[in-house]
């Protein structure tokens, strides 16, 4: 009867308790703290569990003393009277942190979004530059004028209704064509609908070198007489995006370096790799097409540090909810450096086989 009289007791103290931190509940919930409110969840969890243990001692020593049915019913009964409030307490604080959770996503998607938009705009803007960027395709169709049905009429480049793109002399430069295409979010296969080259329909190639790409913006000619291409691999036309090799607090990846970028960005799959905590959670208002909102943005203190080592700087790193920030065709480094004698002197520490190249970084200015 001596250990019926402790365990009684402990009892009598877990439920005390557990009514102590279900009062705490209704206090934690108004304040809204996510992090107190889930620690406080553990917590009256646990209390519940454990008074709900000493609940079951005390029961089993009843039914060794011969206590009647009835009685020991009527025990549970009120027990359970005193259980209720906290198993409803734990029903609302499960409640807050699951709609919490929601509105997490929810703000989580659209600064994914946001940025999935910025890096298709910086995209489109390095793909202008480039000498053939995308690898292109179709024969010319119509010309077109940018609205929000693209309808063919005149020249895409001037406007001039009396001549076809590829026959314009006002806008003559191959790189400005491929600006005006790349402004006007035309595809650079058939330079008339507001489609990704890679989902062209069209079945016609470039009239001058058979390649798919539109005719008006083929550098074949211009190239042969002496013109340079800038920042292409000299043979295909495809452009070579400015990828390094870097490494993180340690931790080897690829970054993009983009100088038309006001900040510099990390994937969560970095982040979680690197293993370290955020240096700002900054609110930062995200425009999302008719509405805009407050969100908050991590930011991460990394030191970046050049492959060979003999460069090193210390950035902030903006983390992006993607395991990886975009992919590139991989140029294969090492197949250019042998096929053209003036890359001999070049060394390029990124010797993947891979088709596609995974980025983790983003390098602004």
């Known amino acids: 009867m001596n250990t019926d009289g402790k365990e009684l007791t402990n009892l009598e103290t877990k439920l005390t308790q557990l009514e102590i931190a279900t009062e705490k509940s209704k206090t934690l919930l108004s304040s809204g703290k996510r992090v107190a409110i889930k620690r406080h969840l553990d917590a009256l969890q646990t209390t519940a569990n454990e008074a709900n243990e000493c609940r079951r001692t005390v029961e089993a020593f009843k039914i060794t003393n011969k206590e009647e049915l009835s009685e020991i019913k009527k025990w549970n009964d009120d027990l359970d009277l005193k259980f209720e409030p906290a198993d409803a307490a734990i029903q ?4 807050f942190l699951a709609e919490a959770k929601k509105a997490e996503k929810f703000v989580t998607h659209e600064e994914e979004l946001k940025h999935e938009m910025i890096l298709q705009e910086k995209r489109m803007e390095m793909q202008a530059e480039l000498s053939s960027a995308s690898s292109s395709a179709p024969k010319h169709q119509k010309e077109c004028k ?4 693209f309808v063919p009429r005149g020249c895409v480049y001037c406007g001039d209704l009396n001549h076809k793109a590829v026959q314009c002399e006002k806008v003559s430069d191959v790189g400005e064509r491929k600006k005006i295409l790349a402004r006007k979010g035309l595809c650079f296969n058939c330079a008339t609908k507001p489609h990704r080259a890679a989902d062209c329909t069209s079945k016609s190639a470039c009239s ?6 539109h005719s008006s913006i083929c550098d074949q000619a211009k190239h042969a007489s002496g013109d340079k291409k800038l920042m292409t691999d000299g043979g295909s036309g495809e452009g070579i995006f400015p990828i390094v090799v870097i490494k993180v607090n340690g931790l080897t990846c690829r970054a993009l370096i983009d100088s038309g970028a006001g900040s510099s960005y990390a994937s969560a799959q970095l982040i979680s790799a690197l293993v370290i905590k955020p240096s700002e959670i900054k609110d930062q208002q995200i425009d999302m097409l008719l509405t805009s909102r407050k969100a908050k943005v991590e930011q991460y203190d990394a030191t970046i540090t050049s492959y060979d080592g003999r460069h090193e700087m210390m950035t902030r790193l903006n983390k992006v909810d ?3 920030l975009l992919f590139i065709e991989n140029p294969e480094y090492e197949k250019l450096i042998k096929r053209y004698q003036h890359l001999n002197a070049v060394h390029i520490d990124d010797h993947d086989t891979k088709s596609q190249l995974p980025i983790h970084v983003i390098l602004g200015s």
């Open 92 to 95: 609302n604080l499960e409640h």
């Open 146 to 149: 940018e609205s929000k049905r």
């Open 208 to 213: 001058q070198c058979g390649k798919r790409h």
């Open 322 to 324: 993607k395991s990886e």
